[in-house]
């Protein structure tokens, strides 16, 4: 590539992101070592803000940072043996960064085949500090090269939490809300529950250009990050399996089940089921729960329960169940703590079985609101999932409903309203 053309382009990336008029958030819980010479990997779905961490990244420490965005039309022709140029031309472009600590933060950097060889040696041999970011599974932890391995740190990026989705609205949840902010703060969460996360459908107040920027996200991620990604070409097995995934949300799914209700009505093989199956996990648009279980057997027997990345995907194709949505909208705040999770089917259902790091397990029920329609139900369900993991209390969480806590049959049961459950 043309040592001109990279010149300016490193260039024009400076003045753009520095002259940027619209507001640059800083996103929560991102850790990057400071002594130790890792390569940061931000990676998650398309359109979560991994882009604007970047800017945020280079605004902080502009004097001595470069960015490259490998999406750039003006970048098609950048090629592995380009690397060997670019901390040169950075350092011609930038001299008083000389033997500085520098921040090299390449965006959508996948694209460019042998990448990791470069990150290494540069984090190693350089006082350069390397950030990656991509939409694509292969950043994934698990598939990341051997090269990189032990020298990277993942941080998987989601659509907005429910605290940075407050923050983006300049609200802080506290125990003394008036009446008309806690008012204020149920309708941003029913704006939430219909649509999600993704910053730029957050910051649009339209509800037309909302729909509009979600279907264009699910296009591009159907087409580009699975269809074209994996190489998926039975179209038929594809649509049918990704409407039942995407209207069967916070519900139990059995793909052979699926296999037995659609393969009278066109040509696939069980094994080709799988892999389309593994092929949504792994683009991690959907995620899976497997039921609690000591037994790997039980768990593969049992059928999965499958969650959206994000509540406004099912914004564009299907219907939308509060009780659902709002299931979906607890799993997601469960994903970001890194719990293990689980369900619980044994004597009653339970929404949420989490596994903290120290191995401690918490049952959690989910329920829009608690009457006298799934009281019975719901309660049952919880005391069946604290008295099987040993634990004297559980917790339902509710959409918007006073706090408070009773104890059955010697169960501690504590009702939280998930202002304050998101919030924390």
Partial sequence: MNKEILSEVILSNQEFILNYSGKIYSRSDIYQPQKLKKVLILYGVRRSGKTFILYDYFRKSPDCCLYLDFEDDWLNDFKFSDFSNLSEIFYQTKPECINKNSFFLLDEVQKV?????????IVE???????????????????????????SWSHQIYPLSVKEYLKFHNIKIDSSLSQTARIKIIQLFNTYLKWGGFPEVVLTNNEFEKKKIVEEYLDAMFFRDLIDNYNMTNINLFNSLKDFLFSNYSAKFSLNSFYKQYKHKFTFSKDLLYRYYHYFIDSMLVNEVKIFSESSYMRMRNPTKVYLVDNSLCSKLFLKNSGRLFENMVFGELLRKKFGIHYWDDDGECDFITVDKAGKCKAIQVCFRLDDSNREREIKGLISACKGLGIDEGEIIVFDQREKEFEKDGILIKVRNFHFFGSE
């Fill in 125 to 151: 041999r350089e006082k350069v500090k390397v950030i990656v970011s991509g939409s694509s599974s292969n950043l994934k932890p698990k598939n990341i090269s051997t090269i990189m391995r032990g020298r």
């Fill in 113 to 121: 085949e042998g990448w990791e060889k470069f990150c290494r040696r």
